[in-house]
Nanobody, 124 residues
Framework: QVQMLESGGGLVQAGGSLRLSCAAS????????MGWFRQAPGKEREFVAAISWSYSTTYYADFVKGRFTISRDNAKNTVYLQMNSLKPEDTAVYYCAASMYDPPGRRADAYNNWGQGTQVIVST
């Protein structure tokens, strides 16, 4: 089993940037597609981005295209989410998880080994 630990969240002004990291431990994660989701208060968890194990394919929700970039470093067992041009509506707890499938899906029930999340707050 793979355990996830997210970090890098915080408070940022609108238009700013943050880089989230997700460090995986346990069974090797290099063969898992990985994904980022987010959940704002009172809302359902939603897909943000995913990356296949082979690096070659990335997937994004429409609302982050051109602003967020997902990447991974298998040597470090870490997946990243670079978030630029942040908006107040990006405020949420961000979670990483391992996909049970590759190519990865966009449904939360296609992922397991969820981390505890990292809070992102974007102020106006």
């Amino acid at each position: 089993q793979v355990q996830m630990l997210e970090s890098g969240g915080g408070l940022v002004q609108a238009g700013g940037s943050l880089r989230l990291s997700c460090a995986a431990s346990g069974r090797t994660f290099s063969r898992n597609a990985m994904g980022w989701f987010r959940q704002a208060p009172g809302k359902e968890r939603e897909f943000v981005a995913a990356i296949s194990w082979s690096y070659s394919t990335t997937y994004y929700a429409d609302f982050v295209k051109g602003r967020f970039t997902i990447s991974r470093d298998n040597a470090k067992n870490t997946v990243y989410l670079q978030m630029n041009s942040l908006k107040p509506e990006d405020t949420a707890v961000y979670y990483c998880a391992a996909s049970m499938y590759d190519p990865p899906g966009r449904r939360a029930d296609a992922y397991n080994n969820w981390g505890q999340g990292t809070q992102v707050i974007v102020s106006t």
